[in-house]
């Protein structure tokens, strides 16, 4: 779910300028999956950029107070989540953990890195929905903790069917400060892309596993 249009809009303006997100409906990417997609996103570029990351520091901390109230911790999902999930739990003044994809084989073998309590609320950041699975293994590590999830906030969404199907199904309150859609009509509207490019972008959301370059 989207909070604020303005912020959602800034959000796809500011990737697509420092092309975290890259779009390419004529030379598609091939994810690890093996899909064939027309974008790419690496958020984590955010960070090299310290006008944008507080941008997105700022609004995160501001929806994270507006939504949930302030938790008790800010967790934020490896690797990609970790160093902005860090800067919202600094702007708050509040304990930070993150939580890998799974538990250590050695060590104290945690899956969640620093100091939870067992019944302290906790609001997870992410940098990136696409089918919801890592975001909702992490929200699951912190459940079986003990933690009282109250939700997630993502800088983007892709907004596949099967993403809110899983979130859904999870019980999982989730928002993100921008998404596909505004960023297709931000793109369109910057002339970043072609206008008989739209559709392609617009065919490739509704199948992804199946679609195929023009």
């Known amino acids: 779910m989207i909070l604020n249009k303005e912020t ?7 990737l697509l300028q420092i092309k975290a997100i890259k779009l390419e409906p004529q030379e598609p990417f091939t994810w690890a999956s093996g899909w064939k997609s027309p974008i ?22 501001k929806q994270v107070e507006e939504i949930y109230g302030k938790p008790d911790v800010i967790a934020a999902v490896a690797t990609g989540a970790i160093g902005i999930g860090m800067l919202v739990a600094e702007y708050l003044s509040l304990p930070f953990v993150y939580v890998r994809p799974e538990a250590k084989s050695h060590g104290r073998k945690n ?67 921008s998404n596909y859609d505004y960023l297709i009509d931000t793109a369109q509207r910057t002339s970043y892309i072609k206008e008989s490019e739209v559709e392609i972008l617009k065919s490739w959301r509704k199948d992804p596993a199946n679609w195929s370059p023009q």
């Open 40 to 61: 790419y996103c690496d958020n984590r570029i955010v960070l090299s950029y310290p006008l944008i990351r507080n941008f997105i520091r700022e609004n995160f901390a």
């Open 111 to 177: 899956q969640i890195e620093g100091n939870l309590e067992a019944g302290q609320t906790v609001v997870v950041i992410e940098d990136l929905i696409s089918t919801g699975g890592s975001s909702l293994n992490a929200v699951k590590a912190l459940r079986d903790s003990g933690a009282n999830v109250k939700g997630m906030l993502a800088i983007f969404s892709y907004g596949f069917d099967i993403a809110e199907e899983n979130i859904k199904n999870a019980d999982l309150d989730v928002h993100t400060l």
């Open 8 to 14: 959602a809009i800034k959000t796809a303006e500011v």
